[in-house]
């Protein structure tokens, strides 16, 4: 599922993938790569669309589940 439509001076776009090694794909605004990164937390994508539909701060919620372990960085590509 990608989800694109939302207000973020940090983040371009956030993909929530099942099906392959990883589970989520985050591009940044300031560089063309990919961050691919496994969640940890089974309640992350439910946070994530409530951050979201809050108009809170997305950098600052993804920042704060990889502080805290929730999601974990597995690599990155170029866009």
């Given at each position: 599922?990608?989800?694109?439509?939302?207000?973020?001076?940090?983040?371009?776009?956030?993909?929530?993938?099942?099906?392959?090694?990883?589970?989520?794909?985050?591009?940044?605004?300031?560089?063309?790569?990919?961050?691919n990164?496994?969640?940890?937390?089974?309640?992350?994508?439910?946070?994530?669309v409530?951050?979201?539909?809050?108009?809170?701060?997305?950098?600052?919620?993804?920042?704060?589940?990889?502080?805290?372990?929730?999601?974990?960085?597995?690599?990155?590509g170029?866009?």
């Amino acid at each position: 599922m990608l989800i694109s439509q939302f207000e973020s001076s940090a983040i371009d776009s956030i993909e929530l993938v099942r099906d392959k090694s990883y589970d989520l794909t985050i591009i940044y605004k300031n560089s063309q790569k990919s961050y691919n990164y496994s969640i940890n937390n089974k309640e992350f994508e439910k946070q994530l669309v409530l951050t979201i539909l809050a108009e809170e701060s997305l950098g600052k919620f993804i920042n704060k589940s990889i502080k805290s372990g929730d999601i974990v960085v597995l690599n990155t590509g170029k866009v």
